[in-house]
């Protein structure tokens, strides 16, 4: 007889319980076609309801290995819902966070590069319901509005790290946030650069300075824009390159509780 | 004139905005008497209304230099209303969080040593009304009772991390927290230990094997029977030693949403 | 004219100039046949002569997106040498570490999991010569000798990470230094266990008590036997479950140096 | 009998045994007179000679808790010399790494704001003979050469990291190397800049734009200029505000081995 499947006196039911810092590999489905390959770091969790002492740690293991092909978000819904299913509970939650590779063409000769993002999904299930997130964190390059206008000459500038997090109603590519973010940055970052490609970033970041607050703004405004989705949280976190602490912004908001 | 203060036409407000991952020297009142020292790091955000583009930066490192002594929650909570007045804001947020050192006697010898602890305080001040969190993160020993019960002898163990985050409606310190987290996991853990007290412990975390489920339903308990703590949130993660991954547990409670 | 080509008056050769932080996918060759993907973090070096002002950055870039596939410990090689050749440089360094992942069978039942385990290489070339070392990161089992000797029941054990860094002048896997230390721990860590196979490895960890100490001890025995292994460097570090900080052990020795 | 003290028959012995990730308050002494209170995190080892099964972890922490007060140069070689004693070793080594804070002055208002710094003593104790390192790590601005000179308007710049480790033969307070780390960046960084200091340091860094190849170069030739400093290893790690990774310079020199 299982210790974990023995009564439990409490009378308290467990909100999340599960595992947590395991690292997969997993493979994941491209907007340019095809899928590619990476590692992704898991938290898997359900509900316990009171009368239960324990949860069965092995089989989320389990449920991972029997999932690691091709994920997209359809399939990682299939995994929130299995989840819940083997683990006999109502709700469910998976994270999964991974490094993302995108080839990227310098802005002047072309040159192909490849930039890494972080993309996470989360799976949310409450009551035999799912709901998925997508978040995408985009480094961009900011330039201070401020110090431009004050300043005779130059402007400082920095490394700016966006994150978006959406609630959607039809199906979109972690793709499509990465470049709302990188289009809303004072420029965009890149993989290589020539000399030429490097005049051309360092001049459109001076022609396009952002606070952190406008960066938000602006990618807000585009979220707004398309009804796919329904809810989002926008967050900037420059690294000041003048100050040895970060300048941070954040908007919410849920179209569907308005 | 201030590029910051210039009126904004994209009729967006922001929710939070303002400085993260700043560290500051602190002193924090101690239930023993006294002060220690110690660095925390900050983020201290206030929201921004849709007509401003943009908050002043300047002022939350200026409120923070002003406020570096001797913090206890009180102070605390000062230091989140200036903040809000000086940036003219309706909500604001300060989180702090800073290594805390008790001393602690070993269990048998009675040897003086000194355990540290990760401590938060979380200000939330929506429309001139603040609220107060703090929050304590306390390693422990966790026994695995399913390993105690099948093996014919051992039982694998480990340091589990409990974090334990509380609203209150009433005074209590920090090192109250500790003591419960403590003395609901398997065993506690000490700055040091000489033979006979390291023979206590064992035998201890022997005798009082514990799931992660049963660590935050422990510590739930006693958290709803002390009528000050009025919401909480308790998590127990264990770092495996016959895994790679880590067991986690988390409860969730509102008294006042009753 | 490039402004890092030109001539530098301050007559400073630099150790190591490049660029470091930078992630890209890699697929690595596995003992078991074939390759796998997964996702290094490189740093990559050359040494730059008195008289030049600056590197070639973005060529570090081009010559990683050139040699993304199917790395060996041979090809790892011959982009060092294509590296110092193409910044025309005597010295270069590269660093690569990855998450590399292993199936794995539980003891008793036999059930298939996965480990991930960290992986360098690590490549160094001076005046042409280069020397190559391979690490490995592995999470190991240990079970304290004091703590089981002076308990009438029990003994605190913990995950312990071990490192092992070889220099090696013939052909050998990772999967070797992976299986060696995992050999030489109180126990070995497993993805899936279930409750037969925990009941193994808990009493195989109380039968087989380790320090830190012994367990370089013992690492450092098995690389002193196997003739290709030159020089190695072999750390445990316990994450101790009866305290807040780590034990830690380090034997290093250079056989072609006695 | 200790389990400890029992005679080893591999005959292999260890070159670092002890404790680290030990978190400890400390008081440091200021070049402004006085001490100020943090953090520090330790690592203590000393050698084990092979006719020992292991050393006696719980020394170390009574060595650091008598040592907790007022740490100069000094005392931490003390410390040192004690650790070997108490150990029984002819080999010794401490490391304590802390955040250490400096009252900064803006540019051109004078505004008083607070820079934190990571700061290490790092004790290598060898047949006796005890050398003592002081590390400094310090962020400062860079701005890129290559980007002013091609752009007809802005450049790209950045936070970066400089470290700077110094074996001296006499004393020097750790605050001048930091003082040597900000006069040799684009710029130095501060914690409060009104607007007209935010155009100070725009301009400052755009008339003094320097690679991570400048940087080191420029501060190995002020330590090479002070006799005091014996050895050094001068790093710079650029956060590129135009890419997603670093650039990396180092220069090391030991002035006795020439």
Same mark, same amino acid.
């Given at each position: 007889?299982? /210790?974990?499947?023995?009564?439990?006196?409490?009378?308290?039911?467990?909100?999340?319980?599960?595992?947590?810092?395991?690292?997969?590999?997993?493979?994941?489905?491209?907007?340019?076609?095809?899928?590619? %390959?990476?590692?992704?770091?898991?938290?898997?969790?359900?509900?316990?309801?009171?009368?239960?002492?324990?949860?069965?740690?092995?089989?989320?293991?389990?449920?991972?290995?029997?999932?690691?092909?091709?994920?997209? +978000?359809?399939?990682?819904?299939?995994?929130?819902?299995?989840?819940?299913?083997?683990?006999? *509970?109502?709700?469910?939650?998976?994270?999964?966070?991974? +490094?993302?590779?995108?080839?990227?063409? *310098? +802005? /002047?000769?072309?040159?192909?590069?490849?930039?890494?993002?972080?993309?996470?999904?989360?799976?949310?299930?409450?009551? @035999? #319901?799912?709901?998925?997130?997508?978040?995408?964190?985009?480094?961009?390059?900011?330039?201070?509005?401020?110090?431009?206008?004050?300043?005779?000459?130059?402007?400082?500038?920095?490394?700016?790290? /966006?994150?978006?997090?959406? $609630?959607?109603? *039809?199906?979109?590519?972690?793709?499509?946030?990465?470049?709302?973010?990188?289009?809303? @940055?004072?420029?965009?970052?890149? @993989?290589?650069?020539? $000399?030429?490609?490097?005049?051309?970033?360092?001049?459109?970041?001076?022609?396009?300075?952002?606070? #952190?607050?406008? #960066?938000?703004?602006?990618?807000?405004?585009?979220?707004?824009?398309?009804?796919?989705?329904?809810?989002?949280?926008?967050?900037?976190?420059?690294?000041?390159?003048?100050?040895?602490? %970060?300048?941070?912004?954040?908007?919410?908001?849920?179209?569907?509780?308005?």
């Amino acid at each position: 007889e299982d /210790v974990q499947g023995r009564t439990d006196p409490r009378r308290l039911a467990i909100n999340k319980v599960g595992i947590c810092d395991i690292r997969h590999p997993v493979s994941i489905a491209q907007r340019v076609g095809g899928h590619q %390959s990476t590692v992704a770091t898991f938290a898997m969790y359900v509900n316990l309801p009171h009368e239960f002492k324990g949860t069965h740690m092995s089989r989320f293991v389990e449920i991972l290995n029997a999932h690691e092909q091709q994920i997209t +978000p359809d399939s990682f819904q299939l995994m929130l819902e299995e989840m819940a299913e083997r683990l006999e *509970a109502n709700n469910g939650h998976i994270e999964m966070y991974f +490094p993302y590779f995108v080839d990227k063409y *310098a +802005p /002047v000769t072309g040159e192909k590069g490849v930039m890494d993002y972080e993309v996470g999904f989360i799976g949310d299930r409450v009551d @035999g #319901v799912s709901t998925l997130y997508v978040e995408v964190q985009v480094p961009v390059t900011t330039l201070c509005p401020c110090s431009k206008d004050i300043s005779d000459y130059g402007a400082h500038n920095q490394r700016s790290l /966006v994150t978006i997090r959406v $609630r959607a109603d *039809a199906f979109f590519w972690a793709e499509e946030l990465i470049d709302i973010a990188e289009s809303e @940055g004072s420029c965009e970052l890149y @993989g290589v650069l020539k $000399r030429i490609d490097e005049k051309a970033v360092t001049e459109r970041a001076y022609e396009n300075p952002k606070f #952190v607050e406008d #960066v938000v703004r602006d990618i807000a405004t585009r979220l707004n824009d398309d009804d796919r989705f329904r809810s989002y949280r926008v967050t900037s976190e420059n690294f000041e390159s003048i100050h040895n602490h %970060s300048a941070y912004a954040m908007i919410e908001h849920d179209k569907d509780a308005e």
